[in-house]
């Protein structure tokens, strides 16, 4: 068995007030010269969390993030650092602005990452690894870094003033670490590794958490009250979910569900929808293939009240033809995530599990 464990930031801490810390943090680090990569809107709400740094005698450099996780922009930002030779890259931002930041560091000799997450949408500030889009939003796969991120801070506050539709999809992308390891995590064969069983029970926690509290913390964002219950919610999507696939690594980090995401991106309709509504698709495909129909009733219920999309034709692509639907399970089934992670599945399976749900959905609506 082969298992790298990558379990998280090299420092983390997530309350109130945590980013009034950043100039003694860098101070601390001796980081003198700064890039800071920064979002659009999400920067006008972040801004004023940041100060001290403003205020400071840091030597820093705005960027604006092009909005897309791509190569050229990971070497665009990589670069810059280089030019003004710089410490540390700060991040401000959401997950595909926290994967563009921390690769530009991994890829610099001697340059940290420092991540201010603006959302809690996915684990992505939490991760070592980056998922890589092209400039048109197609997923073109992850790929994984040497280094961890260096510090990762959350500010409940600043990600309760966050959109609420990327908040739930965070919540159904969380859910899905569950229902996408157990599958493999539950073989005998890997009940005897310490840090399988603890990625499972990471996993666990996942559902657990989301479960009895993901829909008094998406009551909580909508009403702007921070509670115990949201920041509960806010540090299991980012890192509690982010430490399923660090302690587990292929063995735990995706399989249908995420496959399912990676490939439904060549469909233009679908860049309208978010990383993690279009995972919680993919989870009730793969519940699909498993013939779970019960749980697929009890997470429609629960998808329902979220309005997560419960089938494709929820997604815009309710047009597909059943050959365009085989050739997506062909693509899903060739996905390099899902055949590292050795869950059995074929095309037919996949092609029959995506034809039934769509069927089975709109049985449900009609009913």
Known sequence: MSLVVRTGPQEYECRVGVLETIT?????????????????QSWNVAKPYLDTLFESEIDYELSLFNGECTYAEVDRIAELAQEIDADVIIGVGGGKLCDTVKYAAAKVSGVQSILLPTLASNC?????????????????????????????????????????????????????????????????????????????????NCRDNIVQHGLQAVEDIQTQSLTPAFTQIVE???????????????????????AVHDKITIFPE????????????????????????DEIDQLSTFYTELNLPKSLKDLKLGH??????????????QDETLVSS??????????????ALEAYMKLRTEV
Not at 236 to 258: E, M, N, P, Q, W
Not at 274 to 287: F, I, S, T
Not at 343 to 350: A, I, K, N
């Open 24 to 40: 003694d943090r860098l101070t601390t680090h001796h980081y003198k010269k700064v890039v800071l990569i920064h979002g659009t």
């Open 320 to 333: 597909l033809t059943d050959e365009q639907i085989n050739t997506f399970a062909r693509q899903i089934k």
């Open 236 to 258: 299991t999507i980012i890192a509690i979910s982010g430490l399923v696939g660090g302690l587990g690594d292929s063995y735990a980090r995706t399989t249908i569900g995420h």
């Open 270 to 293: 679908s860049h309208a929808y978010l990383h993690g509504e279009k995972v919680a698709y993919g989870v009730l495909v793969q519940l699909a293939v498993e013939h779970k129909w």
């Open 124 to 204: 992505a500030p939490w991760t070592p690894l980056s998922v890589m889009y092209d400039d048109e939003g197609v997923c073109l796969g992850f790929d994984i870094h040497n280094e961890q991120v260096g510090i990762l801070l959350i500010e409940p506050e600043l990600i309760l003033n966050s959109p609420v539709n990327y908040f739930i999809a965070g919540v159904a992308d969380t859910l899905a670490k569950w229902y996408e390891s157990d599958v493999i995590l539950s073989q005998p064969e890997h009940q005897t590794n310490a840090f399988l069983l603890m990625a499972r029970a990471a996993a666990l």
């Open 342 to 355: 050795g869950y059995p599945v074929t095309q037919d399976e996949l092609h029959q599990a995506m034809t």
